[in-house]
């Protein structure tokens, strides 16, 4: 089923990885037009990152865990109509009044009110002409993911120094390694993955460095026993780490980044329970290379543009506040996978089938277990929300066990580089707090612009948010920002509704 210019879809859904494709597919094999749109060329998200077919990859799926379950969603989307836009970079989501201004089927998504969504897009930023992309929906689900915190230390501006993430990514996509020798650090379970897959793919990685210890998850042994899953996946990293020799280092971080024009060393040092560094622990590990991150942010700007409530996560993060349906505080908005909290490619595919089931039954006027024989009845609504609560439960414990502690600030020296953009130093972001009384991330911003770059803040916006605290807990930012991803003024200019394009 598709929509035709004049009418909305009946969903769109803004991100194609794990919980938006499994979103989008249930969405569409319970009847609804669906629209799926994607920043990215591929599906897959960050989780199933895979080589384009020009590079003629023989087996993709060897440098994935249960890639059965992507090939299955991919399989799914093939055999519905659903309109996939790839290459289209959301900026921002609007609701708005119908064209009848009345009540109704194309107003239930909202609530009953006669509004729709107005989804603003732009393709082309891969280099290809730009212009501006208009389309309606009745409902929307964001399913955008999360990208990396990173921590700031001595020389982690160096050449060489890349996110965990982007080590992989780099590895999943373009079947590159950021080095032959590469230190993996930060905190978090993507680092154990991130290690095995390096090392598998031939990389000789010295160390895993993890801030953090693993005991934390033994204070909550329920969550353990409920999800047998995880303690598998874990076993499976910790023995390919085994047999390429990894060594493991909890409780530790790298410190410092040794080096000239690119990456030659780094100093690791042990922490205490604060993450402060432990003095004379200091010890250096040569490589040409360091994978670091600490953990992942939600990425959640298009939902709280438009005033969605949001709930502290036990690591200092926001996610989105979501209901037992996968909907938020605004009616007509659903969100799932990482917007909600971090979790695991698992728990956002069942997320985003609970949320495709519950717009599939808002849309029709009916609570969410309508015809048993559309495959949409409460067994299979109530079976999602129960694994849903299970898995969230232990994404909570995880994300406790990974916090960052408040001493890690103690790595920076005043010329430490805090914002990249910017070029803003830890020296000139402590000034403005002692000197200038700045109290929070967004005064410091006004006063060093730290933040105002390219990146928003993604990169900086922890650490000027601790360092602003001063030694205390920062709130973490619920900012309302117009633009989630940045837009060229000639986009804007273009926005009269007969210049773009709508429903292609």
Known sequence: MTASPSEPYDLVVVGAGSAGLAGAVTAAELGLSVALLDSSTQSGGQ??????????????????????????????????????LTGHHVWSVVREAGESGESGESGAAAGGTGETWAVHAITGADGTEERPVRIAARALLLATGAYERQ???????????????GAQAMLKSGLVLPGRRIVVAGSGPLLLAVASSLAAAGARVPAVVEAAGYLRYAR???????????????????????????????RSAVTEVHGTDRVEAVTVSRLDGDWTPVPGTGRRIA??????????????????????????????????????????????????????????????????????????????GRRADPDPDRGVGPGRVGELRRRRDRMRAFADVMSAAHAPGPGWPAWLEDETD?????????????????????????????????????????????????????????????????FAVPVPLATLAALDERAAEQNP
């Not at 989780?47 to 992507?70: I, T």
């Not at 502290?312 to 989105?320: K, S």
Request: net charge positive; hydrophobic share 45%; proline share 7%.
């Open 151 to 165: 921590l700031p230390f001595p020389g982690w501006t160096l050449p060489g120094v890349v996110g965990a993430g």
């Open 47 to 84: 989780f199933y990152r895979h080589p384009a077919p020009a590079l003629g990859a023989v087996r993709p799926e060897a440098l994935h865990h249960d890639w059965s379950a992507f090939s299955d969603l991919r399989r799914r989307l093939a055999a519905r109509t659903v309109t996939h």
């Open 220 to 250: 909550s042994p329920r969550a353990l026993v409920t999800n047998p899953a995880k303690a598998a996946e874990a076993l499976v990293h910790g023995a390919a780490l085994l047999r390429h020799r990894v060594r493991v280092l909890p």
């Open 287 to 364: 490589c040409d290379a360091l994978a670091v991150g600490h953990g992942l942010v939600p990425q959640i700007e298009l939902a709280t543009a438009v005033g969605c409530a949001t709930r502290a996560l036990p690591d200092g993060t926001l996610g989105l506040a979501l209901d037992d349906l996968q909907e938020t505080s605004v009616a007509g908005l659903w969100a799932a996978g990482e917007t909600g909290g971090v979790g695991g490619a698992e728990l956002a595919r069942t997320e985003g089938e609970l949320a495709g089931r519950a717009i599939a039954a808002r849309l029709r």
């Open 418 to 482: 805090v914002c990249r953009c910017e070029e803003v130093t830890a020296g000139r972001v402590r000034e403005a707090v002692t000197e200038l009384g700045a109290r929070d991330a967004r005064t410091v911003k006004l006063l060093t612009r730290a933040g105002m770059g390219w990146c928003q803040g993604r990169m900086c916006g922890t650490a000027v948010a601790c360092l602003a605290a001063r030694g205390g807990t920062p709130e973490p930012p619920a900012e309302r920002r117009p």
